[in-house]
């Protein structure tokens, strides 16, 4: 479709850049929206623009195909369905940057290309990645369609978010809403592009948040959610007390968060867990366990003799019961392990007491465990629940922790800031050094530009061997230390200072070690490292929960103890390196796009901009070098024979395939659209377009012809649909006026159309509904005033309600004195009360509303009506109250109270008199109208064509309604010709006299007769054929009549062409 680009872009791909600016006029400017454009590329012109952006609401920036989202703290208004309807299928420049625009860029290059795309949206804490990938969920859920199982899919996806987010996320100093864990989001689709399936790959869930809790954060969301929202019942069942009450809690004081109503996130949970399929007895479960480990917390250890013993046995009891196991053995597994100990060639198991310090470890060890297998089973649940037999197209959202420091960091800050360093390869790789080492290869003149590779910070954490990095170190720590391993974290900490101790971006404090990672320099405290890392859940702790009652704890610890060899144990740390890497694997093989989150400020406050943070962000996230390689480069490249494949339709000779060398194909494309010289270079094996605005030149033509080409699928569609559809609504429509109204002797039988006025070429119409706004019905109809005055309107109904369009001439201005459409009246579903009509066959309706009614008319008026009261029903839910006068032909409606003239009613009186066209006779504030009898009112279709004809009239109709402009259609009482109808007056009399018969025996086909010559007629109107197999000819043309159809397309011949033409635009001579 044409659009404002493409006239800006004839005007302006040959001059120069700055002159051509996408925005458009009514959009407010504020500083450039995509940074590529900055006349100075400095950290300082960074910052100020993101920040004056910021300061004006405008959280969106690009750099190039890049988006940077600043975290607002507040709500945008630009999230509505208008953005929604605003970007779908938008190139995008033209709008302003949005993550709607690249969200549609993904899904519609997945379904061009036919390739997976995947975003990473990476930043710090708090920076606004979780809130963004739900922009993207919501967007795609909203552009895609499908049938209802695609719609569970769809509710599955959303629903996805509240339940992962309860479990996994939790208040931290950083942010109240902290992403604890890592989440990968393949959404899957169909080939139709309908979402029908998912996968969630989650990493590394920070469990050792279920034991202790900084100062200022808390546990994981559900504790509080059950505490705040669960049933009277529910508390009673679960032992729910204050939060105070819990060790598990009580060790940070925090309990509520700003913002957040816990009590209304549990019903959310609950109901998710619902969508997701989880059995109502698993949902109990799912809450005994979240409770159970509360209580379990509460179990305290004293010193008895070197001996671990439980303080308070009476604590035992109730997370036993709710865990579904004995509390003795619950109390003999806290405070004992079995050990297998070899004794000359034997070996033998023997119960090990255990210290105070290592019960405590214990009990947390268990609590850990339990909630982390909870959580993996929720996302096992989520996954079962949309899984696909088969893969066809993905988008993987990725939407991790971010980057984080704080006042102490431990192991777990260590694996999230190290899959924060991968990520940030990633993007090195792809757009920093890929680029540019791919200009070489090519062959295309190229600067380097100088950034940070931060692949140095990664070997430092992963490296296997020379040196071997950090992880490797702490495994083999792991492997050789003891039970609970005293002083394996200083062991570590020596061996480490041997490894990597010279390394630049390493050094050691007394407490533990210093990495300079990317995003700044952390201290972390080596404390706890090696524990948590070797993560081994006893196989006494397996053992006791596998005795649970419930089947479903049972079932969240699988392992076979007697089986399982021990071998070496994987670690947490070897696990996340490997997830890592599988994931970048992923990721890598998937179209990637990118979301950078910038943190402006750490109070959580709107408009609050802190200049050092936001410059921080800006340097270490390497903007400026992100915008000099793209200036510098090319903003598209493409392999020879996929641009072949994507342009082929741009040119005859490349349409279907080219034939020849596919560089010279490329070449012939690019100057088959007079793209300029300067703008593209011809690598080895791939064509490079320099700037967007080059390349949407080429999109835009592509699009034209697919829209061309669509149209004519489009017609092809119709017709295999319209037949039934048609159908359906001559039978409703004959329902609604059937034993009401007498009708009109050539209406019954008419078939629908739909939109008599051509809306898809009439832009100064379409402008008043949105962009993807269907229309049911449109057509010029009467409008009646207070006066009785008639006025021509446009009428128009679509699924958001009807609009009456009119002209006027302009005021002021430099339109001025000019004849303008505009919006008289948009009338809501909701706001409609009622229709009446009269029981006559005349062609009135007043459709009432609150304030007052509108008198209008109509040749259409019972196929509006029928397309009327289906949407009003879906709408409303209810019926569409339609009322036929009263006994004395009276109906009466309300007017507008303008100015001085006040409201008041007027009244339509029927009447009968002589033929079929009403006179109208006005009188003060009374309208009389005559009009001769109709058909009887029980009326009903009066035969079946056969489907062929009835289908072939529609849309003949159609396109001639589309073409030759609506007016032309031939059409009631104020048009001589209206009653030219399909169906001759012969059989509109034997219609009269028996219906019934007519339908069971349709009269015999007259033979043709033998002439000497055929029967002519003469053009009344010129008819411009719409199609191939139609004739043209002039107003007063004589035509051989061929044949006569009585579904109104007859065929004749002119200048030794014969074809099908309106029968009722010639009389016959
Ligand atoms: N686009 C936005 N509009 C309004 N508020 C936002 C937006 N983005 C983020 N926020 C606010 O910032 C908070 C933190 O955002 P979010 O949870 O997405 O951060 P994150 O990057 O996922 O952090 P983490 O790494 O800790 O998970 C949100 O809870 C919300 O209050
Ligand atoms: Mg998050």
Avoid at 646 to 665: D, K
Wanted: hydrophobic content about 35%; charged content about 25%; aromatic content about 10%.
């Amino acid at each position: 479709m044409p659009t404002r680009l493409s006239k800006a872009l004839v005007s302006t791909t040959n001059t120069n850049i700055a002159k051509y600016h996408w925005q458009s006029q009514n959009v407010k400017q504020s500083g450039v929206d995509d940074m590529v454009l900055l006349s100075k590329i400095t950290e300082d012109a960074i910052v100020d623009n993101l920040k004056k952006r910021y300061m004006d609401d405008y959280i969106f920036t690009y750099i190039g195909p890049v988006l940077i989202s600043v975290n607002p703290f507040k709500q945008m208004p630009y999230f509505t369905d208008r953005e929604i309807e605003l970007y779908q299928g938008a190139a995008q420049y033209e709008n302003p940057p949005h993550i709607y625009a690249l969200t549609d860029n993904m899904y519609r290059n997945m379904m061009i290309d036919g390739e997976n795309q995947c975003v990473i949206i990476s930043g710090e804490s708090g920076a606004g990645k979780t809130v963004a990938a739900k922009y993207i969920m919501g967007y795609i859920s909203k552009v895609s369609g499908g049938g209802s199982k695609v719609q569970h899919v769809k509710e599955i996806i959303l629903q996805s978010n509240p339940l992962l987010e309860a479990f996994g996320n939790a208040k931290t100093v950083r942010n109240n809403n902290s992403s604890r864990f890592g989440k990968y989001f393949e959404i899957q689709f169909s080939r139709g592009g309908e979402p029908d399936g998912g996968k969630i790959s989650n990493f590394l869930l920070e469990k050792s948040r279920v034991v202790s809790q900084n100062e200022n954060e808390r546990n994981f969301h559900i504790y509080y959610q059950v505490r705040e929202g669960a049933s009277a019942q529910q508390r009673e069942a679960l032992g729910i007390m204050t939060p105070d009450y819990y060790y598990y809690l009580n060790q940070s004081g925090t309990y509520k968060v700003d913002g957040t109503n816990d009590s209304k996130d549990f019903q959310e949970t609950m109901e998710a867990m619902q969508v997701i399929g989880i059995p109502g007895d698993i949902q109990t479960q799912v809450l005994q366990i979240v409770a159970g480990i509360l209580h379990l917390g509460n179990i305290s250890f004293i010193e008895a003799g070197n001996y671990g013993q439980v303080e308070s046995t009476d604590l035992l009891a109730f997370p036993a019961y709710l865990l579904g196991i004995d509390p003795n053995r619950l109390q003999d597994k806290l405070t004992s392990r079995k050990m297998d100990s070899k004794w000359g060639g034997k070996s033998e198991s023997i119960n090990v007491t255990l210290n105070q310090e290592q019960a405590n470890y214990t009990r947390d060890a268990l609590a850990k465990a339990l909630y982390a297998r909870l959580f993996d089973y929720l996302v096992e649940s989520i996954n079962k629940a949309i899984q696909k037999p088969y893969e066809e197209f993905s988008i993987g959202v990725l939407d991790i922790y971010g980057f984080e420091i704080f006042q102490r960091n431990g192991f777990e800050q260590f694996c999230i800031n190290f899959v924060n360093e991968k990520l940030q390869q990633i993007f090195i790789e792809l757009t920093l050094k890929a680029e540019q080492e791919e200009y070489v290869q090519e062959g295309i003149k190229w600067t380097p530009i100088e950034y940070f590779n931060n692949k140095i910070v990664c070997d430092l954490i992963e490296n296997k061997l020379n040196p071997p990095g950090i992880m490797s170190v702490l495994d083999d720590v792991c492997a050789t230390m003891h039970a609970k391993g005293e002083g394996a974290d200083g062991t570590l900490l020596q061996k480490l200072q041997a490894a990597v101790g010279t390394h630049e971006h390493f050094n050691s404090w007394n407490s533990g070690f210093v990495i300079h990672h990317y995003a700044g320099k952390v201290s972390y405290d080596i404390n706890g490292f090696c524990e948590r890392n070797r993560d081994v859940l006893f196989p006494d702790l397996i053992e006791l929960m596998q005795s649970s009652e419930f089947n479903f704890i049972r079932s969240l610890f699988p392992e076979n103890l007697n089986t399982d060899k021990k071998g070496r144990p994987t670690t947490a740390s070897s696990k996340i390196k490997k997830q890592a890497n599988d994931l970048v694997n992923t990721l890598m093989k998937c179209t990637p796009h990118y979301i950078r989150c910038i943190k402006p400020n750490e109070t959580k406050r709107p408009k609050d901009w802190e200049e050092s943070r936001a410059r921080h962000q800006v340097e270490y996230l390497g903007l400026r070098e992100n915008i000099r390689v793209r200036r510098a480069g090319f903003a598209y490249r493409r392999l020879f024979s996929k641009f072949l494949m994507r342009y082929a339709i741009l040119t005859a000779e490349t349409w279907p395939c080219w034939r020849g060398p596919e560089q010279q194909g490329v070449l012939h494309l690019l100057r088959s659209v007079n793209m300029d010289n300067d703008q593209y270079q011809m690598g080895r094996t791939k064509v490079f377009v320099k700037n967007p605005e080059s390349l949407f030149l080429l999109e835009e033509m592509r699009e034209r012809k697919f829209d061309t080409f669509a149209r004519i699928i489009q017609k092809a569609w119709r017709k295999f649909i319209a037949r039934k559809k048609y159908e359906q609504m001559r039978e409703e429509a004959s329902d609604i006026l059937y034993n009401s109204k007498e009708r009109r002797k050539n209406s019954i039988n008419r078939n629908f159309v739909g939109d008599y006025l051509g809306l898809e070429q009439r832009p100064e119409l379409r402008q008043f509904l949105a962009k993807r706004e269907r229309v049911d019905f449109a057509d010029s109809v009467n409008k009646f005033d207070r006066r009785f005055k008639s006025i021509k309107r446009d009428l128009i109904l679509t699924p958001k309600g009807i609009y009456l369009i009119g002209r006027e001439k302009v005021k002021k201005g430099p339109e001025k004195g000019q004849i303008k459409e505009v919006l008289k009246r948009k009338m809501e579903f909701g706001g409609i009360s009622s229709v009446s009509l009269s029981t006559r066959q005349d062609d009135f309706f007043i459709l009432h509303e609150a304030q007052y009614d509108s008198l209008l008319e109509s040749n259409f008026k019972t196929e509006f009506l029928s397309l009327l009261s289906k949407r009003y029903e879906e709408v409303t839910k209810r019926k569409l109250t339609i009322s036929f006068g009263s006994s004395c032909f009276r109906l009466e409606f309300r007017v507008k109270k303008e100015g001085w003239g006040g409201g008041g009613t007027r009244i339509v009186v029927f009447q009968k008199g002589p033929g079929d066209v009403a006179q109208l006779k006005p009188g003060g504030k009374t309208l009389s109208v005559t009009i001769g009898d109709g058909l009887p009112k029980s009326s009903s279709s009066l035969y079946r064509r056969t489907a062929a004809l009835l289908l072939k009239h529609t849309l003949r109709s159609l396109s001639s309604a589309h073409q030759n402009g609506g007016a032309k259609f031939p059409r009631g009482p104020h048009n001589p010709q209206a009653d030219i109808t399909y169906s001759s007056p012969q059989k509109q009399d034997m219609f009269k006299k028996d219906i019934k018969k007519e339908r069971k025996r349709p009269p015999p086909a007259p033979k043709p007769q033998p002439r000497p010559q055929g029967p002519r007629c003469r053009a009344l109107y010129q008819y411009v054929g719409q199609d191939t197999d139609e004739i043209s000819f002039e107003a007063n043309d004589v035509l051989d009549l061929v044949k006569e159809d009585p579904s109104g397309w007859w065929t004749g011949r002119i200048g030794g062409k014969e074809g099908l033409f309106p029968g009722n635009y010639v009389e016959k001579i």
